[in-house]
């Protein structure tokens, strides 16, 4: 909201012909949302402050937002008018643009001489914490003054906010603090207030030239400068959540990753798909169906071995199933490839004829998924109504958790399990199953086996 | 054709195929005889697909677009005729087959002309071009396969001559299942299998008297009514005869009806002499039937070869079939409906008693009508999906049970004994293998259109089913807890803009006395997460009423259908705190209920909402006091320079902004133990075989106010009633709201006085918020109150949250009306899913 520049360099007063704005006047200018105004709290020859305010118009940013999906804005309760974000940005490159290129009509020399500057930012939200912070700033020669602001002072147990006030100083070019903030805020930000397009890449590298190519945080700087829209569909899901809840979906992502850095040690995945893999080729399956197929990693596999005559892969969620379809390019394939594979929206406790006619269907990590006491509508369904000759159901055994370093004693893999078995009660669960649908199941450790606690999935084959 | 009058019958639901050459006046004998739209001509599908009703070449595509309306048509239950010449038999042979397809009848209809009087016809209209020729080459045609015809598969062939023509009339004639206009009442009695004792019991239990001889029995039915016999009267019993004897002098008196099972249709191939291995029991009855006096297996052949394989009965409601009957067979004639009513349908496996594994068609059931049946044994009579099988094994040890039409009441009488030694035990068919549970995806995916009775029907599209069901599937409770979603609620109108605020009791209250409403109720909004809460007197009630088995006393759900509490442990001592409530208050009893439904507002905000409020709400404010104490700050320092204007406007920001965190902060506290919980319960929605849509709005405030009094974290709904009329009461509710809003109150709701209004176009609003000034910084942020800014926020559409909320008013009702009547759970789960998908509509969320 508030940007401030103070120098003492002599005459300090000069800062006011680098940013081509009178000391002695506060002036106001038009900006997309809503207004930008300089002035001076402090305007004397030793020392000199010019302060950058923004006046975020808190109901057009709403309005305008409308119809923009995906975005921050549709809230108007909402911290966009009070912090530092793509907005100041913006404004820096509209107000103070003369000196962002690095020209000045009245102190052209100036303009390429380092000076003392002291920038001040109230607030600026830091999603990354204070090491990011730091890491951001200080490989540029500047020195940090971070100050946290408490979440909120009736709810002490609330811990910290994001935001801080930020000081840093540097001696240096005015040009040169303008560029890194200009791209470094956003960065902290992390949350850009307009539609990412191609050209963004160019005022990156024009605002980074000299400086962030050589910077080691470049990668995370260009990827969060350039952060992505989130898909349409995902909007709609988010309508769905309570108004009380922060979306559970849009943080999958993040649970993913969580129970993938857990397991990747032993590149338990690959393992699984493969053990899934040679139980369907042992099988001699041609038709199979992968229920809970996500994004589509087993069914990437099953499309490079051309004995899978035909694949379809099942899922819930439209966004995986988005994200399959992206995996597997399905909208390139050729007529007679695209024939042989298909993915469909359904959903695992709801009966469905589609799922009639496979040699085999497969439900790898999914019954987890399941709430117990669906698991009898998921039995039925897979089981009884759709009843092919091989079942392939894998899922964590919970013994093993111990093995995890990472994993706090308790603690599920992912945070949406419902639950985790051990192997006893899987096989409890699997036995009964094959009993009352008249499958035979065998069961195969899948991961390395641990004497004690056994391996880190099991898998169970049931066939008829 | 009758030779004397005429008379030509069809039955009413069949594919008429017309036979004759061109030019023997089928279309004009159509034109005559049928609607114009039961007529398909092939002639008119050449034009359809080449603009020319001549073009011989189109031939091909023509006759599969005539199939394809014809096949649509049928498959409706609507007659078809097909206009064609139909001169070959490979043409006909296709028309039997699509009517077969459709489990209809075929009838075919020749016109015989003599071709020199059709090729005269077709010469004297100019669009008919082709030559005597054709017309004698297709009557020869006709000719040669006419020999065959009555072998073809039609079930009647009519033969009209030119002569004849214009005396003939058509009749249409029921098929022989429909007995639609008979509405009963009926006692449906299940399996007897020569049970005769046992069958003599249950009817005088049922109030029918019975007298005469063995031989000549007399059976008076209690006023009124019938029975009906569901087949399989013989076999492995101790007297097959005896029942039969009783059963046919039943129907021949009119006291019964009687439908065969396949035991029926065994022992008459045996009757009539075919060969027929003697198991199950049939020579058990082939001993029974020796002691009987010569004659009476004729007769017996005669009675069963005169039974019909299934009805359908009280305008389609109800269907009778030994085996059962899926819908699309329903009312239908061919041979595969006969044998699935007799046989039902099999996987073509055994299971491991041998026995054939039969496909469990009721748990797939959609269909309108109650189907009941029999055939398969069961230990009790248990509804699926609006069938219910009253086969209980009496001959095996049971009982045999009767169903009376329409109360559905089950009578049973137990077996004397085990008459005969089941192959596979009756236990093991339990309810568990019959999951009735069991949602199937076309219950609730693609465009649905839902019948309520409250508002006609409501429309789903397809793309809100899709957000549903991932919902449905990942995140809410088990679909038999979730009965109810609450519907939307839209604001009252904005005020208009010489008033400084957004909504005011002025525009509600106005709304409901525009619609005609004298009375409105005026309720506190509390301010805390929407709860529903299902609550049964004990865990046991619940397992019966709801069957999930996981135990649990009650659950209590978001609105959208999340388990409100992440712990079980929470969720158990709230439940069990409701429930002793109720019981304290003596309510259970009063209501004469074991469960109960209520819509609540469960408090404080932060249980639910604690992410929100530190992501959300205590962020902002964070952000913006910190800013702004930044900005105040140094514009202070900077007032000689020209900053004075900027100042003022930016303390009165931070002022607002002081305003916002003071309002959210007042709906937040710790709730660390239960006894810091309130759940303030303003509906009560249903109750075993009830719900309370009748009941005035203060019925339900001070029924559920009395809860209060039992336990403090029940709490009772301030509320006002107001006579619209009154301007007096009208100005205190007012003043009511303004106090109760500056007190930090989130505001009030306004309902009609009852719940179910329809204004002059359908059904108002069910309800109307009308929030205070200071709640509305929490929607529209800290700074809305600014002129500039509540100027535009007047700015908002309310039509499509006022549909919304409206559509989703009567789906909820509509699934809790469902839920009390006791229909399927896929009736009931249509009308939650389909609030949810309602929900998933784009919508301003600040409204």
């Keep these: 909201m508030l940007l401030t520049i103070t120098t003492t360099h002599q005459p300090a007063t000069d800062l006011g012909y680098l940013l081509g704005k009178n000391p002695e006047r506060t002036q106001s200018f038009e900006l997309p949302f809503g207004e930008g105004h300089v002035y001076y709290p402090e305007a004397t020859t030793e020392r000199c402050t010019a302060a950058l305010l923004l006046d975020v118009d808190p109901i057009g940013l709403v309005r305008r937002a409308q119809g923009a999906d995906g975005f921050a804005l549709s809230q108007y309760t909402n911290d966009r008018p009070y912090v530092s974000s793509s907005f100041l940005s913006v404004a820096i490159g509209r107000v103070f643009g003369q000196a962002l290129s690095g020209r000045s009509r009245d102190r052209a020399e100036l303009c390429e001489t380092a000076i003392p500057l002291e920038a001040r930012l109230a607030v600026l939200p830091i999603r990354g914490g204070e090491a990011f912070v730091r890491a951001l700033f200080e490989p540029l020669g500047y020195e940090l003054e971070i100050e946290r602001h408490q979440l909120d002072a009736d709810f002490p147990q609330w811990g910290d906010s994001p935001y801080c006030t930020i000081t840093l100083r540097a001696t240096l070019r005015l040009q040169d603090l303008l560029r890194h903030l200009t791209v470094l805020v956003p960065v902290l930000d992390d949350n850009k207030h307009y539609w990412v397009g191609s050209d963004e890449v160019d005022k990156l590298l024009a605002r980074g030239e000299g400086w962030l190519a050589a910077h080691p945080q470049r990668e995370a700087i260009a990827q969060r400068y350039l952060r992505h829209q989130r898909s349409l569909t995902r909007e709609a899901l988010a309508r769905l959540t309570d108004d009380d809840e922060p979306e559970p979906i849009a943080k999958e992502d993040e649970h993913h990753r969580q129970e993938e850095a857990l397991e990747r040690k032993l590149t338990l995945n690959d393992q699984r798909l493969q053990a899934v893999l040679s139980a369907l080729r042992r099988h001699g399956v041609r038709r199979v169906v992968d229920v809970g197929c996500g994004e589509g990693r087993l069914l990437r596999e099953l499309v490079r071995d051309r004995t899978f005559e035909r694949i379809v892969g099942m899922d819930v969620s439209p966004t995986s199933l988005e994200r399959a379809s992206a995996r597997l390019r399905i909208d390139e394939l050729s007529e007679r490839r695209r024939a042989r594979i298909e993915l469909i929206q359904g959903s695992l406790t709801y009966r469905d004829k589609r799922l009639a006619g496979f040699d085999a269907a497969c439900a790898v990590e999914v019954i987890e998924h399941i709430d117990a006491t669906r698991l009898a509508a998921f039995e039925h369904v897979l089981f009884e109504a759709a009843g092919p000759a091989c079942v392939i159901v894998t899922t964590p055994n919970v013994e093993y958790n111990v093995r995890f370093e990472t994993l706090p004693a308790g603690k599920l893999r992912h945070r949406d399990h419902r639950f985790e078995w051990t192997r006893a009660e899987f096989e409890d669960w699997a036995n009964g199953v094959a009993q009352r649908h008249g499958y035979e199941v065998v069961f195969e450790p899948i991961g390395p086996v641990d004497p004690e606690v056994g391996a880190p999935t099991q898998m169970g084959v049931f066939t008829r | ?847």
């Excluded at chain 2, 059963?247 to 006291?255: D, K, L, N, Y």
Aim: charged share 25%.
């Design chain 2, 1 to 847: 054709m009758n030779r004397q009058t005429g008379e030509l019958s069809v039955p009413e639901l069949c594919l008429v195929v017309l036979v004759g050459v061109s030019g023997a006046g089928k279309s004009t004998f159509a034109r005559k005889h049928f609607l114009p739209s039961e007529v398909v001509s092939s002639d008119f599908c050449r034009g359809l697909v080449a603009d020319d009703t001549n073009d011989q070449q189109a031939t091909g595509d023509a006759f599969d677009v005539l199939h394809y309306i014809a096949g649509k048509r049928l498959a409706r239950g609507r007659l078809t005729v097909i206009d064609a010449t139909n001169v070959e038999p490979e043409g006909r042979a296709s028309l039997i087959r699509l009517a077969r397809e459709h489990d209809c009848l075929a009838v075919a209809i020749v016109l015989n002309v003599p071709p020199q009087v059709a090729g005269e016809r077709n010469d004297a209209r100019p669009d008919r071009n082709f030559g005597l020729r054709v017309v004698k080459q297709q009557h020869s045609q006709l000719r040669r396969g006419l020999r065959g015809i009555k072998r073809e598969g039609f079930s009647r062939v009519h033969f009209v001559d030119l002569d004849r023509v214009d005396e003939v009339t058509i009749t249409r004639n029921k098929l022989w299942n429909d007995k639609r206009d008979d509405a009963g009442p009926f006692d449906l009695i299940g399996d007897v299998h020569g049970c005769c004792d046992e069958l003599r019991s249950l009817l005088s239990a049922l109030g029918y008297e019975l007298s005469g001889t063995r031989e000549a029995p007399v059976v008076v039915p209690p006023q009124g009514r019938r029975a009906i016999f569901l087949g399989d009267l013989v076999d492995r019993g101790p007297d097959s005869p005896g029942v039969l004897r009783l059963v046919m002098a039943m129907v021949a008196s009119g006291a019964a009806i009687c439908i065969p099972g396949n035991h029926e249709v065994k022992l008459l191939k045996k009757l009539r002499g075919k060969n027929v291995r003697l198991s199950h029991g049939l020579a058990e009855t082939m001993q029974q039937m020796e002691a009987e006096p010569a004659g009476f297996g004729e007769q017996v052949a005669d009675f069963i070869s005169s039974l019909v394989s299934h009805y359908v009965f009280d305008g389609g409601k109800l269907v009778v079939a030994h085996a059962g009957l899926r819908e699309e067979y329903q009312g239908r004639a061919s041979s595969r409906v006969r044998s699935f009513a007799l046989y039902g349908e099999t996987t073509g496996e055994t299971d491991d008693f041998g026995l054939p594994v039969r496909y469990d068609w009721a748990a797939e059931y959609r269909g309108r009508a109650m189907v009941v049946y029999g055939h398969t044994p069961v230990p009790e009579a248990n509804w699926v999906n609006r069938t219910i099988c009253i086969d209980t094994g009496c001959v095996f040890g049971g009982k045999l049970t009767a169903l009376r039409y329409p109360e559905r009441d089950l009578v049973a009488v137990d077996a004397v004994k085990t008459h005969y030694e089941p192959t596979k035990p009756l236990q093991g068919s339990a309810p568990e293998e019959r999951p009735a549970y069991v949602l199937d995806i076309d219950d609730v995916t693609g465009k649905r259109i839902i019948d309520t009775r409250v508002r006609h029907t409501v429309t789903i599209r397809e793309g809100n089913a899709i957000a549903a069901l991932e919902v449905m599937s990942r995140f809410t409770i088990d679909p038999r807890w979730l009965i109810y979603l609450p519907p939307t609620m839209s604001p009252a109108q904005t005020a208009p803009s010489d008033d400084p605020l957004l909504e005011r009791p002025f525009e509600a209250l106005d709304y409901f006395a525009r619609n005609g409403v004298e009375r409105v109720v005026c309720q506190t909004k509390h301010m805390g997460s929407r709860a529903v809460v299902v609550v049964a007197r004990t865990s046991e009630a619940a397992q019966a009423r709801f069957g999930v088995g996981d135990g649990k006393q009650g659950v209590v759900y978001t609105r959208t259908g999340r388990a409100f509490f992440a712990d079980d442990a929470r969720e158990r001592e709230l439940i069990a705190r409701v429930a002793a409530a109720f019981e304290r208050a003596g309510l259970w009893d009063e209501l004469n209920t074991d469960w109960v439904c209520l819509d609540a507002e469960l408090m404080p905000w932060s249980l639910k909402a604690v992410e929100l409020l530190r992501t959300q709400y205590a962020a902002v404010g964070t952000s913006a006091g910190a800013a702004l104490r930044e900005v105040v700050a140094s514009l202070r320092g900077a007032t000689e320079r020209g900053t004075g204007e900027l100042l003022a406007r930016f303390e009165a920001r931070q002022a607002m902004v002081a305003g916002y965190s003071a309002a959210w902060r007042r709906y937040c506290w710790s709730a660390e133990d239960i006894g810091d919980v309130r759940l303030a319960p303003f509906h009560l929605l249903a109750s075993e075989g009830a719900t309370y849509f009748d009941r005035s709005h203060v019925w339900h405030m001070q029924t559920l106010g009395r809860l209060a009094e039992h336990d403090p974290i029940l709490m009772a709904t301030a509320y006002r009633v107001v006579e619209l009329g009154s301007a007096g009461e009208r100005a205190e509710v007012t003043a009511w709201w303004e106090q109760l809003t500056a007190d930090g109150g989130e505001g009030m709701v306004v309902k009609p006085e009852h719940w179910i209004v329809r204004g002059k176009r359908g059904l108002i609003q069910p309800a109307l918020k009308c929030r205070g000034a200071e709640y509305l910084r929490v929607i529209y942020g800290p700074e809305y109150s600014a002129a500039e800014n509540v100027e535009r926020l007047r700015a908002r559409g309310l039509s499509t949250k006022r549909s919304l909320a409206r559509r989703e008013f009567a789906l909820g009702l509509e699934g809790l009306y469902r839920f009390t009547e006791r229909e399927p759970l896929w009736r009931v789960h249509e009308c939650v899913f389909g609030v949810l998908a309602l929900e998933s509509e784009a919508v301003d969320p600040r409204l």
